[in-house]
């Protein structure tokens, strides 16, 4: 199972989402469709149209930059990290 | 006896004022919708809700509802998207309930409906049809459907305004929509009185009478007789011709408040430094200044285009938000001023709710 990382921020604004958690996937696509099946509504914070990740939301597979369809394991693990912008 | 609150929303989260019966003493609960900057809050009576919309920087747009006035929030964006092949969409910037739907404005400019009381959202997509569209240009705060005023009986019927395109109507529930903006003047273009390309910062419609209208515009304040067809400047004797709010009396037609700001070249802060309200008592023929109670010297403040707020009791209370974070009221109509409340992030939406 892909271990899944989530900031603060999404947990609080999403009831039932948790800061750790795990999913069967294979892409980084993947992972966030299987925690919107849980959780609906998270998938529209993560995405915009496109799809693409949102501009201000970093993904990163085992530390390195990600993308949508960048291949995920079952030992690799997600960030999801807000991205230092606003004011 | 009627409760009172000031739905409050800023660049740092929403925030609601209790103002008890008399709306002498207000309590501060905030900030709320985690933080999210807020443009515009709402009350809809029917279901004595509370609609709030904004947009993150990190997350996108939302429309948040809470059904206990604010102790608990959710929030949603389905289907809040021009498609995988349109333009982004960061924030909303107005949530307007009407005839039993809530309508979103959004940037860059368009109108969204919810009939499932916010969960989902569809496109109306006829504004955006308009021939016009493709000379839609962003006023300072970007390209966007800021108020929706809905007809108070004809479901068909309504107008939204547009930064800085203009005024829209429809009469055929969305389908299609004809621009408003005859005898407003274009400022800042070489054709004073095109199409559209006018700056309407605020647009209300006058109580117990929807062939009346009064507009803010970067240009002027504006008065239409007509359903919008056509426009008048009625900005003689302000202090400024621009500024961002109007507020209409919710029974008097002929009462109305503005607040003049400075040449939007020179701050758009209160004119010299002195922050004053001007109500109108004869349908904009004339207006009288009222600063009692304000700050008249060195308050060098602004005061964005959602953030004015009348409520309903008798006296009408009288609310208005700064660029700088006070919120001011009058419980006599606009006479006489106080401050209650300092210190908030940036306000940028102020809605007065009398709960029964």
Redo the contacts between chains.
């Keep these: 199972m892909t271990t899944v990382i989530l900031p603060r921020?999404?947990v609080?604004?999403i009831?039932g989402t948790e800061r750790t958690t795990q999913v069967d996937a294979t892409t980084v696509a993947e992972v966030i469709d299987r925690l919107d099946e849980r959780t609906p509504?998270l998938r529209?914070?993560?995405l915009?149209?496109?799809?693409s990740i949102?501009q201000?939301?970093n993904v990163y597979v085992d530390h390195q930059p990600a993308r949508l369809d960048t291949p995920v394991g079952p030992d690799s693990t997600i960030h999801v990290i807000?991205?230092v912008?606003?004011g | 006896m009627t409760q009172t609150m000031l739905l409050v929303g800023t660049s740092k989260g929403a925030f609601i004022l209790d103002g008890g019966t008399d709306r002498t003493s207000w309590s501060v609960r905030g900030p709320l919708c985690n933080g999210w900057p807020i443009h515009d809050l709402q009350w809809d009576p029917a279901n004595r809700s509370i609609y709030a919309g904004g947009g993150s920087v990190w997350y996108g747009p939302a429309v948040f509802r809470s059904d206990d006035l604010g102790e608990t929030w959710n929030h949603s964006s389905e289907g809040l998207t021009y498609g995988d092949d349109g333009p982004k969409i960061p924030t909303v910037w107005n949530v307007t309930p009407a005839n039993g739907s809530i309508y979103a404005g959004v940037e860059p400019a368009g109108l969204f409906r919810s009939d499932d009381g916010g969960a989902t959202w569809g496109h109306v997509a006829g504004l955006r049809e308009h021939p016009s569209r493709p000379d839609w240009q962003p006023g300072a705060g970007g390209l966007i459907c800021h108020t929706i005023v809905p007809h108070p009986t004809d479901a068909e019927k309504m107008w939204v305004a547009i930064s800085a395109v203009g005024t829209f109507a429809t009469e055929d529930g969305g389908t299609t929509w004809e621009a408003r903006n005859r005898g407003v003047v274009n400022c800042n273009a070489p054709d004073p009185y095109p199409e559209t390309g006018q700056c309407v910062h605020k647009l209300v419609m006058a109580a117990g009478r929807p062939d009346r209208f009064y507009q803010q515009n970067h240009c002027g304040v504006y008065r239409s007789t007509d359903g919008t067809q056509h426009w008048e400047d009625v900005s003689k004797g302000l202090s400024s011709e621009f500024g961002f709010v109007f507020g209409s009396h919710p029974r008097d037609p002929d009462t109305g408040w503005v607040i003049p700001l400075s040449h939007p070249e020179e701050g758009r802060t209160a004119p010299g430094g002195a922050l004053a309200v001007w109500r109108t008592r004869n349908g904009a023929d004339s207006w009288e200044r009222h600063g009692d109670g304000l700050p008249q010297e060195n308050a060098y403040v602004g005061v964005y285009r959602e953030a004015f707020a009348v409520d309903r009791l008798d006296p009408v209370g009288v609310f208005f938000g700064t660029s700088t974070g006070q919120l001011y009221g009058s419980i006599d109509e606009g006479e006489t001023w106080s401050r209650i409340a300092d210190n908030l992030p940036p306000i940028w939406g102020v809605e007065a709710v009398a709960l029964d």
Excluded: E, Q, V
Aim: proline share 15%; hydrophobic share 25%.
């Design positions: 921020s999404l609080s604004l009831p509504g529209n914070r993560l915009d149209s496109g799809p949102r201000h939301i807000p991205a912008s606003g």
